[in-house]
Protein backbone atom coordinates (compact mmCIF):
# COMPACT_ATOMS: atom_id res chain seq x y z
CA UNK A 1 0.00 0.00 0.00
CA UNK A 2 2.53 2.40 0.60
CA UNK A 3 4.32 1.69 -2.77
CA UNK A 4 1.58 2.47 -4.72
CA UNK A 5 0.33 5.71 -2.77
CA UNK A 6 4.57 6.42 -3.22
CA UNK A 7 4.38 5.94 -6.81
CA UNK A 8 0.74 8.16 -7.16
CA UNK A 9 2.73 10.72 -5.14
CA UNK A 10 5.67 10.72 -7.73
CA UNK A 11 3.55 10.73 -10.42
CA UNK A 12 1.43 13.85 -9.48
CA UNK A 13 4.29 15.16 -8.60
CA UNK A 14 5.89 15.09 -11.78
CA UNK A 15 2.52 16.34 -13.49
CA UNK A 16 2.55 19.46 -11.20
CA UNK A 17 6.07 20.09 -12.00
CA UNK A 18 5.82 19.77 -15.75
CA UNK A 19 2.22 21.64 -15.60
CA UNK A 20 4.45 24.53 -14.22
CA UNK A 21 7.63 24.37 -16.30
CA UNK A 22 5.08 24.53 -19.49
CA UNK A 23 3.21 27.21 -18.02
CA UNK A 24 6.71 29.34 -17.23
CA UNK A 25 8.50 28.86 -20.16
CA UNK A 26 5.55 30.88 -22.20
CA UNK A 27 5.70 33.89 -20.15
CA UNK A 28 8.48 36.16 -19.76
CA UNK A 29 10.02 35.04 -16.22
CA UNK A 30 13.09 34.53 -14.41
CA UNK A 31 14.80 31.42 -15.12
CA UNK A 32 14.48 28.43 -12.40
CA UNK A 33 16.86 26.01 -10.74
CA UNK A 34 17.05 23.26 -12.95
CA UNK A 35 16.62 25.69 -15.97
CA UNK A 36 18.47 24.55 -19.31
CA UNK A 37 20.07 25.94 -22.18
CA UNK A 38 16.24 25.29 -23.95
CA UNK A 39 14.55 27.41 -21.49
CA UNK A 40 16.92 30.49 -21.18
CA UNK A 41 15.99 30.73 -25.46
CA UNK A 42 12.33 30.30 -24.86
CA UNK A 43 12.11 32.81 -22.24
CA UNK A 44 14.49 35.53 -24.76
CA UNK A 45 11.99 34.42 -27.44
CA UNK A 46 9.23 35.39 -25.35
CA UNK A 47 11.19 38.65 -24.72
CA UNK A 48 12.02 39.40 -27.95
CA UNK A 49 8.46 38.84 -29.66
CA UNK A 50 7.15 41.46 -26.79
CA UNK A 51 9.62 44.17 -27.77
CA UNK A 52 9.70 43.12 -31.08
CA UNK A 53 13.47 43.26 -30.89
CA UNK A 54 14.94 40.17 -32.62
CA UNK A 55 14.18 36.86 -34.04
CA UNK A 56 11.27 34.76 -33.50
CA UNK A 57 10.87 31.62 -31.62
CA UNK A 58 12.92 29.70 -34.36
CA UNK A 59 15.93 31.81 -34.40
CA UNK A 60 18.81 29.72 -33.17
CA UNK A 61 22.05 30.44 -32.00
CA UNK A 62 23.71 29.26 -35.19
CA UNK A 63 21.99 32.03 -37.66
CA UNK A 64 23.99 35.04 -37.88
CA UNK A 65 22.21 38.42 -37.80
CA UNK A 66 23.43 40.33 -41.00
CA UNK A 67 22.93 44.11 -41.66
CA UNK A 68 24.49 44.79 -45.41
CA UNK A 69 26.10 42.09 -46.72
CA UNK A 70 25.43 38.05 -46.27
CA UNK A 71 27.31 36.02 -44.35
CA UNK A 72 28.58 32.40 -45.30
CA UNK A 73 28.00 29.57 -44.69
CA UNK A 74 24.06 30.36 -45.04
CA UNK A 75 22.91 27.35 -47.15
CA UNK A 76 21.05 25.67 -44.39
CA UNK A 77 17.61 26.64 -41.93
CA UNK A 78 19.91 26.21 -39.23
CA UNK A 79 22.59 28.80 -40.93
CA UNK A 80 19.89 31.13 -42.24
CA UNK A 81 21.23 34.49 -42.13
CA UNK A 82 18.83 36.79 -40.20
CA UNK A 83 17.38 39.30 -41.55
CA UNK A 84 16.07 42.75 -40.43
CA UNK A 85 12.89 44.16 -42.76
CA UNK A 86 13.17 47.46 -44.39
CA UNK A 87 17.23 46.69 -44.74
CA UNK A 88 19.19 46.05 -48.21
CA UNK A 89 21.57 42.83 -47.69
CA UNK A 90 23.72 42.28 -50.43
CA UNK A 91 24.54 38.53 -51.38
CA UNK A 92 26.38 36.78 -53.86
CA UNK A 93 26.48 33.42 -55.10
CA UNK A 94 29.41 31.45 -55.47
CA UNK A 95 28.54 29.43 -58.70
CA UNK A 96 25.45 27.53 -59.54
CA UNK A 97 25.23 24.84 -57.08
CA UNK A 98 25.25 27.66 -54.13
CA UNK A 99 22.04 28.82 -52.11
CA UNK A 100 21.60 31.51 -49.64
CA UNK A 101 19.18 31.57 -47.20
CA UNK A 102 18.01 34.09 -45.44
CA UNK A 103 15.33 34.66 -42.55
CA UNK A 104 12.90 37.14 -41.09
CA UNK A 105 10.20 37.14 -38.23
CA UNK A 106 6.91 38.99 -39.87
CA UNK A 107 5.44 41.82 -38.05
CA UNK A 108 3.25 41.86 -35.15
CA UNK A 109 0.39 44.16 -37.15
CA UNK A 110 1.43 43.56 -41.10
CA UNK A 111 -0.69 41.56 -43.52
CA UNK A 112 1.93 41.79 -45.96
CA UNK A 113 5.11 41.83 -46.69
CA UNK A 114 7.26 42.52 -49.72
CA UNK A 115 9.99 40.62 -51.07
CA UNK A 116 12.70 42.74 -53.88
CA UNK A 117 15.53 40.73 -55.04
CA UNK A 118 17.45 43.01 -57.76
CA UNK A 119 19.53 40.82 -60.10
CA UNK A 120 22.69 43.14 -60.19
CA UNK A 121 25.33 41.05 -61.99
CA UNK A 122 25.58 42.83 -65.53
CA UNK A 123 26.08 39.64 -67.33
CA UNK A 124 22.51 38.45 -66.22
CA UNK A 125 21.36 34.89 -64.64
CA UNK A 126 18.41 33.38 -63.64
CA UNK A 127 17.97 34.17 -59.80
CA UNK A 128 15.18 32.00 -58.59
CA UNK A 129 13.15 32.54 -54.87
CA UNK A 130 11.99 30.19 -52.12
CA UNK A 131 9.85 31.10 -49.52
CA UNK A 132 8.94 28.69 -46.61
CA UNK A 133 7.59 28.68 -43.30
CA UNK A 134 8.91 28.02 -40.23
CA UNK A 135 7.18 24.13 -40.88
CA UNK A 136 9.64 24.28 -43.88
CA UNK A 137 6.36 24.49 -46.59
CA UNK A 138 6.98 26.40 -49.61
CA UNK A 139 4.55 29.21 -49.25
CA UNK A 140 5.84 31.37 -52.22
CA UNK A 141 7.67 30.61 -55.39
CA UNK A 142 7.58 33.38 -57.82
CA UNK A 143 9.20 32.71 -61.26
CA UNK A 144 12.53 33.63 -62.47
CA UNK A 145 13.52 36.49 -64.49
CA UNK A 146 16.66 37.63 -66.01
CA UNK A 147 18.59 41.85 -65.76
CA UNK A 148 15.09 42.82 -63.94
CA UNK A 149 13.76 43.14 -60.18
CA UNK A 150 11.62 40.54 -58.94
CA UNK A 151 8.83 42.07 -56.57
CA UNK A 152 6.54 40.36 -54.75
CA UNK A 153 3.90 40.60 -51.65
CA UNK A 154 3.59 37.84 -49.37
CA UNK A 155 1.21 37.65 -47.25
CA UNK A 156 2.13 36.61 -43.65
CA UNK A 157 0.72 35.50 -40.31
CA UNK A 158 1.42 37.56 -37.32
CA UNK A 159 5.15 37.45 -35.79
CA UNK A 160 6.13 34.37 -37.67
CA UNK A 161 8.98 33.31 -38.94
CA UNK A 162 9.53 32.50 -43.01
CA UNK A 163 13.10 31.77 -44.61
CA UNK A 164 13.84 32.78 -48.10
CA UNK A 165 16.09 30.81 -50.30
CA UNK A 166 17.88 32.31 -53.08
CA UNK A 167 20.23 30.40 -55.91
CA UNK A 168 20.56 30.37 -59.65
CA UNK A 169 18.02 28.87 -61.92
CA UNK A 170 19.83 29.16 -65.31
CA UNK A 171 23.14 30.91 -67.15
CA UNK A 172 24.77 30.74 -63.51
CA UNK A 173 28.50 31.67 -63.42
CA UNK A 174 30.68 32.97 -61.06
CA UNK A 175 30.36 35.38 -58.14
CA UNK A 176 27.02 36.63 -59.19
CA UNK A 177 25.92 39.55 -57.06
CA UNK A 178 22.07 40.17 -56.19
CA UNK A 179 20.36 42.66 -53.51
CA UNK A 180 17.73 41.27 -51.11
CA UNK A 181 15.21 43.58 -49.61
CA UNK A 182 11.85 42.38 -47.28
CA UNK A 183 9.87 45.29 -46.28
CA UNK A 184 6.39 45.49 -44.27
CA UNK A 185 3.19 46.34 -46.49
Not at 10 to 19: C, M, N, Q, Y
Not at 144 to 153: D, F, H, K, Q, Y
Not at 156 to 177: D, E, H, R
Request: aromatic share 8%.
Amino acid sequence: MKQKFFRLALSLLGVLISTSHAANSARCERLETGDNFDDLNKILDCIEAKTGAGGGPLVTSTQVAVYGEESEPNNRIGEANRITLGTTVTGRLKDGSDIDMFTFVAPESAANVRIILRQTDTTGFYPRVKVYDDTETIVLKPGATINTTLSVPLEVSPAAQYFITINCWQLCGKNMPYELLVRAQ
